[in-house]
């Protein structure tokens, strides 16, 4: 296939080889060796790393395999990643470091030492455990970008409750059936959040979602913006009043648990109409969290670290959250939009909070980019020394954009490849890798991986073919909640005889072993890095009274990656036109959330279907290309 949208990266780049003082003062100064090992032995690896831990408890066993593909890592082990992420700070000089820099939208600042936020942690769990929340239990988590967040997450894990956080952009629906499916008792949210300007109504959303599934009986209410909402009086209660009752206590012991243990699900959107809720461990998670983290952003007690991700999806949950706070970081978190009030919103941040590191996507960096480079060239981006992107493929022009403008040419930009599924990094580069604009570069430590066929044979060099990941690693999804077969079917059937992981993406090796990844091969799009089912939005759109049938498909975005293209076949008697398409852009909006909006909807009479009935949504994408639409021989009409 000739992915058109592909044709600038330049497989063949030069190499842009890091500067000496990068080399210098990196943690990791020869991947080769240090690849060699971990991959000969692995569990020698992770053992080592995993010591760098405090455990209540040694495990006795570093991996287990004998339940395959339902890997255990350090089983045995008694652990708690608050005992690493808060914990062990308080004991030596880190008690009084900045641990989190946290602005809101409209300005307001606020920060915290470790001490302050095991204070305010340990108030919260101790609330979460007189609201009769116990361990193993799952609690919803529904928030703007606010400092709560983090600390609800971390009461949680504390307490050794499974928290399921909700990006606060999700719907009623989405809310209601991810409460649903994970049965859960308890809710946190807020009245509401600052996004561009504007209030939202969370709390609003979060009523709605209540009255649809009944299994919450507990709201934790934070008040964000003081906006007039609807409290119920037996389930609803503020989370300052609780925070200043005798029960938040601030003494609250870290609970023991076993390395195993789940310390959250994450729902994400796959293959099918149900999102699926991963489920990642306390021990391995941490581990692989920290680990990846430390040697690939080269983290240092002096860095101020950036995530600018969400904590609602799987780049908040460990690089924002927990995996600074294991490494002793200070991080920063933002509440608002990045070109709020102005272009420069994050530039001035950069500047005011003497960032070192910032992680971002190429989504991000492509919407910034248009506004031109006279917003950035107005501060003093000095103080950064390394990027990082995430997310979906940056292309080159993005790439090459960020190292000069932002990264002034002298920060080499970490593009790390990974999944929700994953847990953390497993394709991107070290502080010392020579770098290709476009590439993730090499596998992290302790990966194998490879490009395939269909029968796993490994395709030639430059060929595109099928991700796999040929060996098991700690920071892997143990499950998918309450649906262990959905976990096997989907990652682990199609090569079942190898016990190799799909990733579900496409990607070339280069000539130098470099990874290219060109995108996801499954239902799945990634819109402005955010991943989203087709079923999803056709299951979305079913529901409006006109729309008797739709197909959806990602096309090529400037700024987005992929936007949204809905083919809808209309029921009888219903014409399509600009009104209708404007209604069932919103329809989709308000059943899955803003991000689900489509980019354009067409109207047609039929669907390319195979003769069994499935949509070929390739032809449809194809065509929309103006290319080759591929062997259609089992098309049927
Ligand atoms: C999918 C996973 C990993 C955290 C955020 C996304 C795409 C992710 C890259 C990258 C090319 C990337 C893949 C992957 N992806 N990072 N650096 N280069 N593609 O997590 O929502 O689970 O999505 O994101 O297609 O399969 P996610």
Known sequence: MKDKHHHHVDYDAEFINPSKDVVKQALIKDYDKIYKRSVEDREGFWAEEAKKLTWFKKWDKVLDDSKKPFYKWFTGGKFNIIANAIDRHLKNWRRNKLAIIWEGEPGDVKTMSYHALNREVSKFANVLK????????????????????????????????????????????????????????????????????????????????????????????????????????????????????????????????????????????????????????????????????????????????????????????????????????????????????????????????????????????????????????????????????????????????????????????????????????????????????????????????????????????????????????????????????????????DYEKQGWYKAGDAARKDKDGYFWIIGRIDDVIKVSGYRLGTAEIESALITHYAVSESAVVGLPHEIKGNAIHCYVILRAGMTGNKALEEELKEHVSRELGPIAKPEHIEFVDSLPKTRSGKIMRRVLKARALGQDVGDISTLEE
């Open 130 to 493: 007189s609201m009769g929340v116990h361990k193993g239990e799952v609690v919803t988590i529904y928030m703007p970008q606010i400092p709560e967040l983090p600390i609800a997450m971390l009461a949680c894990a504390k307490i050794g409750a499974i928290h399921s956080v909700i990006y606060g952009g999700f719907s009623a629906e989405a809310l209601a059936g991810r409460i649903e499916d994970a049965k859960s008792r308890t809710l946190i949210t807020a009245d509401g959040g600052f996004r561009r300007g504007n209030i939202t109504d969370l709390k609003g959303i979060a009523n709605e979602a209540m009255r649809r599934s009944a299994t919450i009986e507990v709201c934790i209410v934070v008040k964000r913006t003081a906006q007039d909402v609807h409290m119920q009086g037996d389930r609803d209660f503020w989370y300052h009043d609780l925070m200043a009752l005798p029960i938040a206590n601030p003494k609250c012991e870290t609970e023991v648990m076993d390395a195993e243990d789940p310390l959250f699900i994450l729902y994400t959107s796959g293959t099918t109409g149900k999102p699926k809720g991963l489920m990642h461990s306390h021990g391995g998670y941490a581990v692989y969290t920290s680990t990846t983290h430390k040697y690939v952003f080269d983290i240092k007690d002096e860095d101020r670290w950036w995530c600018a991700a969400d904590p609602g999806w799987i780049t908040g949950h460990s690089y924002l959250v927990y995996s600074p706070l294991i490494n002793g970081a200070t991080l920063m978190m933002y509440e608002g939009a990045p070109n709020h009030p102005y272009p420069n919103r994050w530039w001035s941040m950069v500047e005011k909070y003497g960032i070192t590191i910032l992680y971002t996507s190429p989504t991000a960096i492509r919407g910034l980019m248009r506004f031109g480079e006279s917003w950035p060239n107005r501060h003093d981006l000095t103080s950064l020394r390394l990027l990082g992107s995430v997310g979906e493929p940056i292309n080159p022009e993005a790439w090459k954009w960020y190292h000069r403008v932002i990264g002034g040419g002298k920060c080499p930009i970490m593009d790390t490849w990974w999944q929700t599924e994953t847990g953390g990094f497993v394709i991107t580069p070290l502080p010392i890798t020579a770098l290709k604009p476009g590439s993730a570069t090499k596998p992290f430590f302790g990966h194998e991986v490879a490009i395939v066929d269909e029968q796993g044979n490994q395709v030639a060099d430059g060929e595109e073919g099928k991700l796999v990941l040929q060996a098991p690693w700690p920071g892997m999804a143990r499950s998918i909640w309450g649906d262990p077969d959905r976990f096997k079917e989907t990652y682990w059937k």
